[in-house]
């Protein structure tokens, strides 16, 4: 089986970040041969630094990389196909993949070649529903699946690599392993470790404020060129880079590089509590077992908010009600640009841990979406 994975980055690394998960999921654990087209190698070079974006093509960790650019050239298309969150594949492949399915009879609909839309993640119910539906296409012999990630089993579930959860485990045996990388003194046992990768449009200030006052001292590690700019405007200063530190109050915030994917797992399993955004960093957030702030990639007309509820209504159904009302308050502020309070989120610091335990283990009852996606191909 060979795999075409496009991936156009529209911005920032949700969407390179899950391609190149999957792809390496896909070769290490389903010996496919997994080609990826990405128009911006120099956005996956930040989260998989091996990468050289002058290079046309590259091999890296057993995926083949194309640089994807137009006029497209001619390719042989591959048995199946995703078209990453709506990307558009270059109609000249369109027309490949047309001509090089002689086997396709309507209304069977059976065809050899799969090609698969993958969609973004959300909790919306109206997802089950469109989770696997087809769209013949208008005018020639193909057909393209709309494959859904999710959080139910009548979803294609979430990206979970086989060993992550034994790689976790073991990451946790040596706690102190990280910070020594990092170069940072070990958090006190009543210090709060917590991840910040966030959008700039989140309340940062009053957030840095909130820990400096904070009834428990906190340590903030914060991803350099997220919200640095922010955190140094607020300690008034012009610039904060990696390896810098500000301490303030019962605060102690340390920027730090920004890591390759697997090293930012590391972060994410080794902080009490991890602020996550978008998509791929929410999920991993999830599998690090850890209480989690989710800031949702912001969309027009508030869209997103819809979206943050019923993420919220599903995560909060087996929460006792005031750490519930406690995490939904929290949400809401921090995606709504208001003043966010710490203290009554995190006095409830126990229960969402033993929460976030729980859930993970529920959601790893589904299958993955790797798998999920195999097996859906298998199937057709
Ligand atoms: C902080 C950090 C993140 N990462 C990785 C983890 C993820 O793979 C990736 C970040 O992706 P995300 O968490 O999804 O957040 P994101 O905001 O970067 O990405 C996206 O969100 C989607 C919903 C949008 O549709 C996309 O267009 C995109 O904006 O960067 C690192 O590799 N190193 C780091 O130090």
Redesign the pocket.
């Known amino acids: 089986m060979r795999w075409d994975i496009f991936c156009h ?10 391609c ?2 999957l792809a390496r999921q896909l070769v290490t654990e389903f010996d496919i041969s997994v080609r990826m087209l990405v128009d911006d190698l120099g956005a996956m070079q ?3 630094p091996a990468i050289d974006p002058r290079l046309a093509v590259q091999n890296i960790r057993g995926v083949e990389i194309l640089h994807w650019v137009e006029p497209f050239a001619d390719l042989v298309p591959a048995d199946v196909v995703i078209e990453a ?1 709506g990307c558009e594949l270059p109609p000249r492949y369109i027309a490949a993949m047309a001509a090089a399915s002689p086997r396709f009879s309507e209304p069977e609909g059976k065809t050899d070649r799969i090609w698969i839309n993958l969609e ?2 959300s909790a919306e119910q109206w997802v089950e529903g469109c989770h696997g539906l087809a769209s013949p296409h208008p005018s020639l012999p193909l057909i393209k699946y709309f494959f859904f990630p999710g959080f139910t089993a009548a979803t294609g579930g979430l990206l979970r690599e086989a060993e992550l959860f034994t790689l976790r485990d073991a990451s946790r045996t040596d706690p102190a392993g990280l910070w020594r990388e990092l170069g940072i003194t070990n958090p006190a046992a009543d210090e709060a470790t917590v ?1 910040l ?1 966030c ?1 700039d449009s989140a309340p940062i200030s009053d957030l840095l404020e909130a820990w400096a006052g904070s009834i428990s001292p906190v340590r903030c590690l914060l ?2 060129g ?1 919200a640095s700019a922010s955190a140094a405007s607020w300690a008034g200063i012009s610039r904060l880079a990696a390896g810098d530190s500000i301490q303030r109050g019962n605060l102690t915030l340390h920027v ?9 797992d590391h ?1 994410l399993w080794a902080c009490d509590c991890n602020f ?9 957030a999830q599998w690090a077992v850890r209480p989690i702030v989710w800031q ?2 912001p969309q027009q007309e508030n869209v997103h908010l819809i979206k943050l509820e019923a993420f919220l209504d599903l995560y909060c159904q087996e929460l006792i009600e005031p750490a519930a009302d406690a995490v939904r308050a929290f949400h809401r502020s921090w995606n709504n640009n208001e003043q966010p309070d710490w203290n009554c989120f995190w006095k409830y610091r126990d229960v969402l841990q033993q929460h976030a335990m729980a859930w993970a283990e529920r959601l790893a009852q589904i299958p993955n979406l790797a798998s999920s996606l195999v097996n859906f191909c298998r199937n057709r």
């Open positions: 980055v529209v911005d920032n690394y949700g969407d390179i970040g899950i190149w998960r930040r989260i998989c969150f973004y993640l991840s990768f959008y991803p350099e997220t730090i590089p920004f890591m390759s994917q697997e090293n930012y972060l996550v955004r978008g998509e791929d960093s929410f999920v991993r949702i990639y």
